[in-house]
């Protein structure tokens, strides 16, 4: 791998991971557009390694007091507004929600995914997701103009936003965008749903990452340990700067941008594929 192509996909991984505009399709876009070769396992597991250490950094409050706080069923700050969840109540909504991944996301993977590792399919699927990211925003403007925040949520609320989350293992879905809509959909304020996508991303991120490494190492593919190391820190910094982005912007500001963004990407890409690209 070229330095270039090492930094290049780690940025793209460090900014599509928790956005909601597919970091699983991306990296698939990026090697097709710019012809390089696939970067193999272990980099895409080093990254995986990098977006983790992000996500736990910036919600560190959240995972401190929810682990330390378990026993006694203390108070967790989940927002900056001084929003708040007992720790038992919260662990279990990320159990509750990461459950349906684990259940059945190996076999959707393994039936399925192979069939959608193409770049006309990944720009089908970001037409999907803008489309579904408009009905998440109607949804909210109509129904649920203020939403309420994770502190309010129910075991069942978060076992459905894990069961939508599913949906991600098809490279082009974003899993940021669809649990953010499943959580905007049952009533979470954008905000709250984001931050809820993301400490729900925490043990999704954790598990890919583990199976790439095992798939990684059961390969017999030369690894590159300094663009592995490499890959990491900056998909890290990358995606620590655009949760504390994203966050802030939700708080005021709508999902309009990544609407525009999933819907012109993806019809480029299935324009240029059809005219032979």
């Given at each position: 791998m070229s330095f270039i192509q090492i930094i290049v996909l780690a940025v793209v991984q460090g900014i599509t991971e928790f956005l909601p505009i597919s970091s699983s399709g991306h990296l698939i876009l990026g090697s097709w557009l710019f012809n390089w070769p696939d970067q193999g396992l272990f980099f895409d597991a080093a990254v995986h390694v990098g977006t983790l250490a992000a996500v736990l950094i910036y919600f560190r409050r959240e995972w401190i007091q929810m682990a330390t706080g378990l026993a006694a069923n203390q108070l967790v700050e989940v927002d900056d507004a001084g929003g708040a969840i007992r720790a038992r109540m919260l662990a279990i909504l990320i159990v509750a929600g990461t459950i349906p991944l684990v259940v059945f996301g190996p076999f959707i993977k393994d039936?399925?995914?192979?069939?959608?590792?193409?770049?006309?399919?990944?720009?089908?699927?970001?037409?999907?997701?803008?489309?579904?990211?408009?009905?998440?925003?109607?949804?909210?403007?109509?129904?649920?103009?203020?939403?309420?925040?994770?502190?309010?949520?129910?075991?069942?609320?978060?076992?459905?936003?894990?069961?939508?989350?599913?949906?991600?293992?098809?490279?082009?879905?974003?899993?940021?965008?669809?649990?953010?809509?499943?959580?905007?959909?049952?009533?979470?304020?954008?905000?709250?749903?984001?931050?809820?996508?993301?400490?729900?991303?925490?043990?999704?991120?954790?598990g890919a990452g583990v199976l790439v490494a095992m798939d990684a190492l059961d390969s017999t593919e030369n690894v590159d340990l300094g663009a592995a190391v490499l890959g990491a820190i900056v998909s890290g910094i990358t995606a620590y700067f655009v949760i504390a982005g994203l966050l802030r912007l939700l708080r005021t500001g709508s999902l309009l941008p990544f609407i525009i963004y999933c819907a012109v990407t993806g019809g480029a890409v299935v324009i240029a594929r059809a005219a032979g690209a």
């Open positions: 039936a399925l995914e192979s069939e959608f590792r193409d770049p006309t399919a990944v720009g089908w699927l970001l037409m999907g997701t803008a489309i579904a990211l408009v009905a998440g925003e109607l949804f909210v403007r109509k129904v649920h103009k203020t939403g309420y925040g994770i502190g309010a949520m129910k075991t069942p609320q978060g076992f459905t936003i894990g069961l939508i989350q599913t949906l991600a293992v098809f490279p082009g879905v974003s899993r940021s965008g669809v649990t953010m809509i499943a959580g905007m959909a049952l009533g979470l304020s954008r905000e709250s749903a984001a931050r809820f996508s993301m400490l729900l991303a925490t043990p999704a991120i954790a």
